[in-house]
């Protein structure tokens, strides 16, 4: 084990652009299971944690929010200048390692010049250069080296290779952190004047071209024509670097279509709701029957009337109730995951940035939207990014509305209450028109609220949407599953403990006053006596005397006390009510 380089651990700050492969590498470095995002603006906080033992370095490396330069425009860029240039709770950044898209070089090493020249000390790490590869482009890491002064090493975040020489690099970069004297802190404020983001980007320029080889061209390529105008502080300037992905492109003109993209989008969503419920059927009776056949075993094998009870219609059933629901929410999380590592839900919400428009929101809210199908509350900490304060707190508003995953169970249960076992693509067909309902009546409200808020908003608070879309790539399976398996895990440790509470609070509640009632055994089965003491018995218990004191209440909706029971008690958990 490497000694310890200082009394306080040294922090190591990752710092890059959205999508450029940050919270990858944050994972390979510590371990951890953060999950990974392809859209901006995933995230307002930071996550930090000691670098992995095996890695010999003792130090804390932090990853902070996507940034394009060192001039926020956002609360969650805000956040990671604010990790830069403040003692944050992990502590004074020593080092930054700085993600670079190899495929996106110029628009990405705008933040690496920023950087360097505010006093940072700075490693740069290339990523997705396989891409680059395919189009039969390399970058000199070399040369890239000798015109930023410092470190460049290429790393495949899919399969880790190039990492050994990034803690190589850290461990030297750290050792010759601590012997400098006179430290001093970086420059908390960088000129913005546009005249000289201009001269930056025409500098990136003549550095990308220096670094950029293409295999069977002898003289290096004049990138600076297959560059694309970009849109900064209202001038044309610069490009990419790089020539686009034809594969991205041929697939965004059918995917992003003003008329095909949105039928597309339609469909992708139907068949993700419908799959829901008719590929999770055949699970879901499965794990049905095992509960209920356990929970009749278990039954008829203890002596005691109430306890048995307890343990088969209370915990087993309560077992059953959290469990039974499990293959439905995996395959939404899967779904979903697929559809975010391969770049559409991104797509999503640069299509639906015009349509969100017309009721006050705009592209940013579709994340926190789509999230709010899996939990409420993430979603609204999601939703804290928008930088326009009147689209955040109208997406937080109408984020409630959407179908989240605790709801999910009490729609597969009366929708196969409704409908037929035998048909079961009609009941996913259902479950897609009631998240398609949650929907446009968030639509609907949001644009009404909007429409009431017009004379209190100024005409300039409307803000735009601008969103790198990152290219169509094949889903990491490993990546999508353990997002999946944490999600669900999430679900099962957030959900399961109330729902087994309430499940056993429930049965208390329907079998006691236990009266034991007599019932004559005139040409009755033992089967039909027992049957019959639980209807007498639950007819005088708790739960329907307090029922039957919310009855007015629940007539005039056609509904009897037994429903006002479950409805009352969905208020602690929606997932109660099953």
């Known amino acids: 084990m490497k000694e310890q380089l200082t009394n306080e651990l040294p922090l190591i700050t990752l710092v890059g652009p959205p999508n450029s492969g940050k919270t990858t590498l944050f994972n390979l470095l510590s371990g951890k299971n953060v999950k990974t995002v392809n859209y901006p603006g995933s995230t307002v906080e930071y996550s930090a944690s000691k670098l992995l033992s095996k890695f010999e370095i003792n130090a804390k ?36 390692i700085n993600t670079v898209d190899a495929s996106q070089l110029s628009r990405h090493l705008l933040l690496s010049k920023q950087l360097i020249k505010a006093g940072f000390h700075v490693i740069i790490v290339l990523t997705m250069t396989d891409v680059l590869s395919r189009k039969g482009i390399s970058i000199s890491e070399q040369k890239l080296k000798d015109e930023l002064k410092c470190d460049v090493i290429s790393i495949n975040g899919r399969t880790g290779s190039g990492l050994d020489k990034l803690i190589t690099s850290v461990y030297c970069n750290l050792n010759i952190l601590e012997k400098i004297v006179n430290k001093h802190h970086p420059l908390t404020a960088l000129d913005a004047e546009k005249d000289e983001v201009i001269n930056s980007f025409k500098e990136i320029e003549e550095i990308v071209n220096k670094v950029s080889y293409k295999k069977g061209i002898e003289n290096k390529p004049n990138l600076a024509e297959a560059n694309k105008e970009l849109n900064i502080i209202g001038e044309k300037i610069g490009g990419n670097g790089n020539s686009p992905d034809e594969f991205t492109l041929k697939i965004d003109r059918f995917l992003l279509h003003k008329v095909w993209g949105f039928v597309a989008f339609i469909l992708i969503m139907g068949l993700t709701f419908t799959s829901i419920f008719w590929l999770a059927t055949p699970l879901m009776g499965l794990i049905d029957n095992a509960f209920s056949n356990l929970g009749e ?24 109730a959290v469990l039974v629901f499990v293959p439905q929410i995996i395959i939404l999380f899967l779904i979903l995951g697929f ?36 939990c409420a509350i993430p979603a609204m900490m999601a939703a804290r990014t928008i930088p326009n304060r009147k689209e955040r707190l109208l997406t937080i508003f109408i984020i409630p509305l959407m179908s989240c995953s605790a709801r999910l169970p009490v729609y597969a249960l009366l929708i196969a209450y409704l409908i037929p076992r035998d048909n079961p693509m009609l009941g996913g067909f259902i479950l897609a028109g009631i998240y398609i309902f949650s929907i446009l009546s968030s639509v609907i409200i949001a644009g009404v609220i909007n429409k009431f808020r017009e004379k209190l908003i100024k005409a300039d608070d409307n803000s735009s949407f601008i969103l790198e879309l ?11 599953i353990k997002n999946t398996y944490l999600s669900s895990r999430e679900y099962l440790l957030r959900a399961g403990p109330i729902i087994l509470l309430f499940s056993i609070i429930i049965w208390f509640a329907t079998f006691f006053p236990d009266i034991d009632p007599q019932i004559e055994s005139q040409n009755l089965s033992q089967e039909e006596i027992v049957n019959l003491q639980s209807t007498v018995r639950f007819e005088n218990s708790y739960a329907t005397k307090f029922g039957k004191l919310v009855q007015p209440v629940m007539t005039p909706l056609g509904m009897d006390w037994r429903v006002g029971v479950s409805l009352i008690s969905a208020f602690a958990a929606r997932e109660v009510f099953v």
């Open 61 to 96: 490396v932090m990853d902070s929010p996507g940034i394009i330069s060192l001039h926020p425009n956002s609360p969650d860029e805000k956040v990671a200048i604010n990790s830069l240039y403040s003692n944050t709770e992990p502590g004074t950044s020593h080092l930054v």
């Open 339 to 374: 559809l975010e590592d391969t770049g559409y839900l991104a797509r999503g919400a640069m299509l639906i940035d015009k349509p969100l428009s017309k009721i006050g929101l705009n592209g940013r809210s579709f994340v926190p939207m789509v999230s709010g199908f899996a």
């Open 470 to 480: 990152p290219t169509y790539k094949i889903p990491k399976i490993s990546s999508v």
């Open 297 to 320: 075993v278990v039954s008829s094998g203890l002596g005691t009337e109430w306890f048995s009870s307890l343990i088969a219609d209370g915990i087993i059933n309560g077992a059953g």
